[in-house]
T-cell receptor, first 109, second 115 residues
Framework: GQNIDQPTEMTATEGAIVQINCTYQTSGFNGLFWYQQHAGEAPTFLSYNVLDGLEEKGRFSSFLSRSKGYSYLLLKELQMKDSASYLC??????????FGKGTRLSVIA | GAVVSQHPSWVICKSGTSVKIECRSLDFQATTMFWYRQFPKQSLMLMATSNEGSKATYEQGVEKDKFLINHASLTLSTLTVTSAHPEDSSFYICRGGASSTDTQYFGPGTRLTVL
């Protein structure tokens, strides 16, 4: 089976840096995704990691360690519009994505 | 990037009626379409996977006779909620996949409210 854990809620200050962690246990691994979801909207794709290391894309970076079953999403220079849920999703071999429950991030002034 | 449209964006219906939700891939051929349901403050739950021209594969606990999925073409998949009840009220989202495409874009979602 597959199990994905991430914190339920986080709060951070505008302009700061926040790291959202995700740990997973899967039978087989074929990539890890991060999505952003604003309330009442569909998720939007942020990043994809299949190899170990850090992928940087503007203010957002995602890290993966396959041996540890661990990933994090790093958000820099936080803006109020970054307040949203961040979903970690893992794809096993020949299986659709399995989503974590999401982390609700609140950015405060 | 790939675009997936979904219609309607919201719908209110009476208990016992059926509702059809359409999901279209606008600039790519979606060989696979995934249907999710999301209750408030909950994660996305995969309901079923449909492949063009074949029967959908339903996740455990999802009634295939209640949630009818049709994927008759490479650009259109439909989900019909039959005999809807208030507990079916939820946010339904489709996600289109083209072979091994990694990004896999979501449709904008359909908010269903059953009175």
């Amino acid at each position: 089976g597959q199990n994905i854990d991430q914190p339920t809620e986080m709060t951070a200050t505008e302009g700061a840096i926040v790291q959202i962690n995700c740990t997973y246990q899967t039978s087989g691994f074929n990539g890890l995704f991060w999505y952003q979801q604003h309330a009442g909207e569909a998720p939007t794709f942020l990043s994809y990691n299949v190899l170990d290391g850090l992928e940087e894309k503007g203010r957002f970076s995602s890290f993966l360690s396959r041996s540890k079953g661990y990933s994090y999403l790093l958000l820099k220079e936080l803006q109020m519009k970054d307040s949203a849920s961040y979903l970690c999703a893992v794809r096993g071999p020949k299986k659709p994505l399995v989503f974590g429950k999401g982390t609700r991030l609140s950015v405060i002034a | 990037g790939a675009v997936v449209s979904q219609h309607p964006s919201w719908v209110i219906c009476k208990s016992g009626t059926s509702v059809k939700i359409e999901c279209r891939s606008l600039d790519f051929q979606a060989t696979t379409m995934f249907w999710y349901r999301q209750f408030p403050k909950q994660s996305l739950m995969l309901m079923a996977t449909s492949n063009e021209g074949s029967k959908a594969t339903y996740e455990q606990g999802v009634e295939k006779d209640k949630f009818l999925i049709n994927h008759a073409s490479l650009t259109l998949s439909t989900l019909t909620v039959t005999s809807a009840h208030p507990e079916d009220s939820s946010f339904y989202i489709c996600r289109g996949g083209a072979s091994s495409t990694d990004t896999q874009y979501f449709g904008p979602g359909t908010r269903l409210t059953v009175l």
